[in-house]
C-alpha cells in the first residue's frame, strides 16, 4: 500500500477511542495514518465508496449490522476490538425504582451481579 492508511471510525468518542489504539499500532509498524470521523451511515457508506480503507469499531452484527449489509460483500472483517454492550441504569439515590411497565425497562437476568 502507498500512501497513508485511511482509517475511518464513526464520530463517537468511544469509536474514536478505539481507532486511537488501533492508529497506535499501524503507526508503530511503520504506516502514516489519515484519520476520518462521520456518523454510522455515512462513515459505512465512505467505506463503500472506498474512501476509508479500514473502518474501526463497529459493533456487530447488532447494532451497525443494517448499515454493514448494502456493502457486506465487499468488506472483509478482521478481528473483535472488544465486546459492547449497552446498559439501562438509574442512581442508588433514587426513590421511586423504575417499573417493569417501563418503556426501557430490560430483563435483569442477563445481567451478572445483579441485586434487587
Known sequence: ???????????????????????RILIAHGHEIER?????????????RGE?????SAWLPTSHGRYLAP?????HEVTVLYEPYCIWAYPISCRRRPSARSPMFFDRRHLTGWSA
Open 36 to 48: 476520518t470521523a462521520a456518523p454510522h451511515e455515512e462513515m459505512f457508506g465512505r467505506m463503500g
Open 1 to 23: 500500500m502507498t500512501g497513508p492508511v485511511r482509517v475511518g471510525h464513526i464520530d463517537l468518542s468511544f469509536h474514536d477511542a478505539a481507532a486511537g489504539e488501533v492508529e
Open 71 to 75: 456493502i457486506a460483500d465487499n468488506v
Open 52 to 56: 476509508v480503507d479500514v473502518l474501526v
